[in-house]
């Protein structure tokens, strides 16, 4: 998969490691920056790539955290499923292997769009297995539907949604002229925020492999098949209350997730170790990449106060050690 130099460039000397898993047959790429602090594991959404976490990971290692950025499933054409299988249970259980590669018990995860529609199924499934979740412009899954509900606005946010369940069609428009399509939605998504040509080209060359673009579509499609086990099986997860501390980072301009919906899909009832919102004023979709020192003044903020904080990590060694 083409990457840049930006996120491949060392933080502090530390060079990232290219690592791999195989899953019935499937090979697993992440980029993995190493150290002594507690991981971190950041998931990218669509139409994206690892790239979006370039500002993020510096910021990650600098304040003490190692860091763990997968490729998504399908995003690479050697962890392409031939049957088309990206239900966001199978998506949260990627993360838990992942997480059982890296020899962890528990981890912080931090997910964008596509995401963070996976981290919040991975903290219902697995709680014991994150010590925070941090969800990027996606609110909560257990009450999504009745939000939806009280902001029908989103159904037209979302046109984009229907389109990708015809056969063909999507796949054809997606990269013509030069990823028009692809470009529109990150401008629709942020408005009055231009994407850097870095970010953008290495989408359009990941998209570029027919075999990745019917998957990244098929996350999308296995979504609307609402009869089946695996969405079954989630709809049973989000039946119980968070147990996992979590952040919702929502930007205000979001034309792809209107930010009410955080608000309307949150109840505190829900959230059995806490929940917070941060608004980020002036930011759209992607306000991880347009407002960054103030989101990781938060993110970092919000790993602190659980275990284990990287700062925290460090001052009990320290006190160990005498």
Same mark, same amino acid.
């Given at each position: ?10 933080? +502090? ?14 090979? *697993?790429?992440?980029? !993995? ?12 959404? *669509? ?5 979006? *976490? ?76 994150? *010590? ?24 037209? +946010? ?60 098929? !996350? !999308? ?16 997860a989000l039946k119980l209350p968070y147990q996992v501390p979590c952040l919702m980072i929502s930007g205000a301009k979001d034309g792809c997730m209107d930010t009410r919906l955080f608000e309307l899909a949150m109840n505190e009832n829900d959230f059995m170790a806490g929940v917070e919102l941060y608004r980020l004023m002036g930011a759209g979709h992607f306000c991880h990449l347009e407002k960054p020192q103030l989101l990781h ?10 275990? +284990? ?14």
């Open positions: 998969m083409p990457m840049t130099a930006t996120l491949l460039a060392p933080v +502090k000397g530390i060079k990232p490691q290219i690592l791999n898993k195989i899953c019935e047959k499937r090979t *697993f790429s992440a980029y !993995y920056w190493d150290g002594s602090g507690p991981l971190v594991v950041c998931l990218h959404g *669509f139409p994206d790539t690892p790239n979006t *976490f370039h500002l993020m990971v510096p910021a990650l290692v600098n304040a003490g955290y190692r860091v763990l950025v997968p490729i998504m499933p399908g995003y690479e054409a050697s962890s392409v499923d031939l049957h088309g299988r990206y239900y966001v249970t199978d998506l949260a259980q990627d993360v838990v292997d992942w997480v059982d590669h890296m020899g962890e018990e528990s981890v912080h995860l931090i997910g964008h769009d596509w995401g963070a529609v996976t981290a919040w199924l991975a903290a219902a499934m697995y709680p014991h297995r994150f *010590f925070s979740m941090t969800s990027i412009a996606i609110p909560p899954l257990k009450r999504f539907g009745e939000a939806l509900m009280r902001c029908p606005s989103q159904v037209l +946010k979302s046109w984009y949604m229907g389109f990708f369940q015809i056969p063909l069609l999507p796949e054809q428009i997606l990269l013509a002229k030069d990823g028009a399509f692809v470009r529109l939605l990150w401008r629709n998504w942020s408005p009055g925020w231009n994407a850097p040509e870095e970010l953008i080209r290495p989408v359009l060359d990941t998209l570029g492999d027919k075999r990745v673009r019917a998957a990244a579509l098929a !996350y !999308y499609r296995c979504l609307g098949r609402v009869f089946s086990a695996q969405h079954q099986k989630g709809r049973r003044a938060k993110l970092l903020s919000f790993l602190e106060l659980h275990p +284990k904080g990287a700062k925290k990590l460090a001052d009990e060694l320290a006190r160990q050690l005498g």
